[in-house]
């Protein structure tokens, strides 16, 4: 069974700063797009920023300059760095792997920025 864990979320005061992680199993890492998603309250699931299997990355407008996206396909890990943060970015951060046959998500991992 795939497992996509995500890991580091947590409370952060604003201007800080948090990683998040995203563990693969049960996949060939290397071969899948990685992605992370953000939904707040009441709002819908959004990008976040993506990575692809040849280390291509792209941003949401929100989060560029901000976050940084990187992925270790030996740890078959993908990473979210977090800098600067508002309390906008308060959310349940998803981490995604997509290929154009398969598609998983994680389970979710709550960042809170707050003073």
């Known amino acids: 069974q795939v497992q996509l864990v995500e890991s580091g979320g947590g409370l952060v005061q604003p201007g800080g700063s948090l990683r998040v992680s995203c563990a693969a199993s049960?996949?060939?890492?290397?071969?899948?797009?990685m992605g992370w998603y953000r939904q707040a309250l009441g709002k819908e699931r959004e990008l976040v920023a993506v990575?692809?299997?040849?280390?291509?990355?792209n941003y949401a407008d929100s989060v560029q300059g901000r976050f940084i996206i990187s992925r270790d396909n030996g740890k078959k890990t993908v990473y979210l760095q977090m800098n600067s943060l508002k309390p906008e970015d308060t959310a349940v951060y998803y981490c995604?792997?997509?290929?154009?046959?398969?598609?998983?998500w994680g389970q979710g991992i709550q960042v809170t920025v707050s003073s």
């Open positions: 995604k792997a997509e290929t154009h046959v398969n598609v998983y």
């Open positions: 049960r996949i060939t890492f290397r071969l899948y797009d």
């Open positions: 990575i692809s299997s040849g280390g291509i990355t």
